[in-house]
């Protein structure tokens, strides 16, 4: 089985195309203007969002250069009056099939950013074309580059976190049991940098791949349809929490009828028998994609549901990580 650093090894096949597609907001149409700076394509979004390619010239694994080969970030930033140096790469969910962009990316996105959290909102690759480790390897580039840009964007780089969705979730929580500290020699300083998220928000995740409680539709996305036994159980991260396993903040709701509850009880008890920091918000009713749980289109959200933005908020100022940026001018 390949470990998650593989890719960021690997040889690359595929270049990078110079425009990334990007979901707009609902009333407004995404206008793509690609530039380049150096040898590094750069796409400028619309509402003067910024798309960076996580790797420079091709992605590992690649299978062709449209627009779902390519696995990139589009930048959150924070009024500058507001920012605060922590930062937060958010996965959307959608079964490893799909991304549920605007509810579980864009909208948690502007939220973050509205606490001056710099964000980075991850467009993983995805099923059935891409498999594991591809998605897992995504993601860790893309907290390592988040680190390895921190001067950049002015961040501290001991305050990189990861917010994931459903099977976003379980990459976040995969890359939270999984990590590595980086490769020291590499000639690429992305590649320097650890993969570690320095906190983990899961919001229904997946947790598990065994039976009863994985999702089948996210396992078999991710892993086909006969994984091996050893595959399943490396990628259930219940298994392989750690003392070292960054605090987490978990939201799910006990009737959830798509990712059973039973993944997240089993992951915060993990965390607890770990020593490992966790607050988990076990509602009794819900569904689940709620996202943020706020009214749209009319339609309210769930009144319970709508509280965790909040207690979530609490938690992250209680850890100290939406604190003043000590090394900001």
Known sequence: MLPLSVLSRSGCAGLLASVCLISAPA????????S???SRPIATCAAGQE???????AAPGALGNAPADLPFLTVYPPDPAKANGAAVVIC?????????????????AQWLASLGVHVFLLDYRLGPAYHYPIPMGDAGRAVRWVRANA????????????????????????????FDQGQSQSPDPVERQSDRPDFQILI????????????????????????????????????????????????HAESDPVVAFANSR?????????????????????????GLAAERNGEPGQAQLSTW??????????????APYSRLP
């Open 266 to 290: 089993a992951y915060a008890d993990a965390l607890r028998q770990a020593g490992v920091p966790v607050e988990f918000l076990a509602f009794v009713e819900g569904t689940h994609a709620f």
């Open 27 to 34: 009333a407004a149409k995404s206008s793509i203007h690609p």
């Open 92 to 108: 959307p969910g959608g079964a490893y099939g799909m991304l549920a962009r605007r509810k579980e990316g864009v909208e948690p």
């Open 36 to 38: 380049v700076q150096g």
């Open 204 to 251: 229904y995740p997946v947790i598990s791949m065994e039976a009863p409680y994985t999702h089948r539709a996210s396992r078999t996305n991710l892993l086909g349809r006969n994984p091996a036994a050893a595959v399943l159980d490396s990628l259930s991260a219940e298994k392989h929490v750690t003392a070292r396993t960054p605090p987490a903040f978990i939201v």
């Open 309 to 322: 933005p909040a207690q979530c908020v609490k938690w992250l100022e209680s850890r100290g990580l939406l």
């Open 51 to 57: 798309c960076e390619p996580l790797w420079p010239d």
């Open 151 to 178: 001067d950049r964007f002015r961040l501290d780089p001991g305050r990189v976190g990861m917010l994931g969705f459903s099977a976003g979730g379980h990459l976040a929580a995969t890359l939270a049991t999984r």
